[in-house]
Each structure stands twice: as C-alpha cells, then as structure tokens.
C-alpha cells in the first residue's frame, strides 16, 4: 500500500515545504538517507527512522523532519504509525506550530490537516475549540473526528451545540453522526435536545433510520438538565411526526420522573390512541412510575388491545415484583389463553 502513495506523499512534502518556505527562512539539512529508511520493507528500519526524525531538535532540523514525517502517516505496521502519530501531535519547532495550527487546518491533503487538528489540541487544549469549529461543518470525515475528539476531551459540546447539530443530519459520515448525537445528549441542554429532534432523524415523510433513532433515544435518555427534559416531554403531546412522538416516550421514560406518569398513564388508557404509541407510553410507564407503573401495566392485562397485553406481561418480567403480585400473575397465566402472553407471565412470576 505504501508504494501505492508514495509518489503521491512525497509531492505532498514538497508542497508543505514550500508553503513554510513561503513563511521565512529555513535551514536545509541533509536528512534523505534517513527519508529512504522510511520506506525500507525492514519494519525494525522504518521504525529506527521515524525515531531518528523524532527526536530531531535544532529548528531547520525538526522543520524536515515532521514534513518528513507526514509523508508516511499511512504506515502499515501499526506500532510504527503510532510513533510517527506521537512525535507529529507533540512537535516542538515553532515554526513547524505556527504553520500547522494556521495554513495546516486548510492544507488540501486530509492527514496534514488532521495533524494539525492534534498539534492544535496539544498546544491550546480547550482554548483550541473555538478555532476548529469553523472547519467542522464540512470538512474529511477523519478531521471532523479529530475536531469531536477536541472537544469532547475539553468538555466543549455545549458551547459546540450549534457546530455540532448540522453533522447529525441523515446523509453524512454515519461514524461523526453517531458521534455529534453522542456529544450533543453530554451537552445537556434545551438547545441541544431541540437540534436532535429538528436535525438527527429524517422527515416523516422520509424513510426511517432506526439507527439514529436509537442513538437519539440514548443521547435524550442521558440528558438531566430540567429545561432539557421538560423540552423532551413536551414533545410526548406536540410532536406531530409519530416517530419523534414515539422517541420522546421512550427517552423521557428512560430519564424517569414520577412527575411524568400522569401524562404516559392518560395515553396508556386512551384505547383512541395508536397502538405502537400505547405500547410505548405502556413501557415507558412502568420504567418512571415505580409501584404505580407496576399497577398499571397489570390493569392492562385485562384490555381488549392483546398487543397492549402481551406488552404489559413483558415489561412485568423486566421490574421487581411484589410476591402477591407474583402470585397474581401465576393465577392470570393458569387462565391465559394467549400462549405468548401466558409464556411472559411465567417470566415475570418467576419462572423460565
């Protein structure tokens, strides 16, 4: 694979080298038999190398050196490509720095803006975040990972919110989606709550990501923040999509509150109201309501609806149970008629 770039990477050194050139004045050291380990088929040889251009201090030699360097960072063996990761993230020549932490953010070849990703963070730390986020909304996918790897290190996502939310939208890179959702449930904010309800799933009138859904549901159910939740369960009664109506029973439930129970009760009672909603607002429930939930999903035994039924006997097997109320169920599972729902009685009575 190395002989595949190689051509490709050196032309690639030239160019940084011309635009540090560009920059003032440099020392020229002779460093290409070094250069030529670096592509050596001896492993033992290619890593002597990077660790000789590693450890290359004075200011002409450590220029390139690190240029040097990022010639190679698709290193096959993967305990030499993480000493060529370590001495390019924690370079030391100034210039080198100056020239990565400004031009290396929009050099058109991916992994020298990577590095300079790395060298930001290493230099700035949490004061890096408000210098990447312009160049997160588009950008290659494994930069925009480095980006989210800033600030999620720094403890950034909320003051990252609004960076974040365009880079969960259906259509991108899946691994920054699933990341920028994660970020945005650790953010814990209104704001964040209302751009994954706004921009992580796809229109109602789109087919279904159930992925994303799920990764949504996580990151809401994570949220404690009191506007977060309350922007969360307001959406049980306004969202007009099912799917985010759907999504916002299940995450508040999750989240759990007694205060929530009256609203999930009243859908759970309302045979008008779709079944899957039901069945979620059912689940949903019994997870926040404690004993009152318990009573409920048993209540529910004796509906009409028998995917409710069967729902209710499920969720009974997943909650801790009274002995009376175990007695109860092993009388109701004698009667049952429904072998499904007779099977989930048996689980949640205590049996296999």
């Known amino acids: 694979m190395k002989s595949i770039f190689l051509s490709t990477l050196i032309a690639i050194a030239t160019l940084i080298a011309v635009m540090i ?20 088929p001896d492993p033992k040889t290619r890593q002597a190398a990077v660790m000789a251009l590693a450890g290359r201090s004075k200011p002409g030699e450590a220029q390139v050196a690190m240029r040097t360097l990022l010639t190679v960072v698709r290193e096959d063996d993967p305990a030499i490509r993480v000493t060529i990761d370590r001495a390019i993230s924690n370079m030391r020549d100034p210039q080198m720095i ?9 050099f058109p070849e991916r992994w020298t803006r990577y590095y300079a990703v790395r060298v930001l963070q290493t230099q700035k730390g949490a ?25 999620e290190a720094a403890g950034g996502q909320a003051q990252a919110v609004e960076s974040l939310a365009p880079l969960t939208s259906p259509g991108r890179n899946w691994r920054v989606r699933e990341r920028a959702i994660r970020l945005l449930g650790q953010a814990n904010t209104a704001a964040a709550a209302r751009s994954l309800f706004s921009q992580a799933l796809p229109p109602s009138d789109k087919p279904r990501d159930v992925d994303a859904e799920l990764t949504v ?23 007009g999509d099912p799917v985010r109506k759907l999504l916002a029973i299940r995450a508040a439930g999750r989240a759990g509150g007694p205060e929530l129970f009256g609203k999930l009760k009243a859908i759970v009672e309302d045979a008008s109201v779709a079944q899957p909603v039901r069945i979620s607002a059912l ?20 509906g009409a609806d028998g995917a409710v039924r069967l729902e209710a006997a499920y969720v009974l ?29 048996g689980v949640a009575a205590g049996g296999k």
Do not use: C
């Open 127 to 151: 004061a890096a975040i408000p210098l990447l986020l312009p160049h997160l909304a588009e950008n290659y996918w494994q930069v925009q990972l480095a980006i989210l790897d800033v600030i």
């Open 98 to 106: 100056a020239w990565m932490t400004n031009d290396g953010l929009t």
């Open 283 to 302: 689940r949903a429930a019994v997870q926040s309501g404690g004993e009152e939930g318990v009573k409920l999903a048993l209540a529910q035994l004796d």
């Open 21 to 40: 050139a560009r920059r003032g004045p440099e020392a020229g050291p002779d460093l290409t038999d070094v250069a030529r380990n670096l592509h050596s």
């Open 317 to 345: 097997g997943e909650v801790p149970l009274a002995e009376g109320q175990k007695l109860e169920l092993r009388g109701r599972m004698e009667k049952e008629q429904d072998w499904r729902v007779k099977q989930a009685l």
């Open 217 to 239: 549901e996580n990151a809401l159910a994570a949220m404690s923040d009191k506007e977060a939740r309350a922007f969360v369960e307001n959406q049980i009664g306004t969202a």
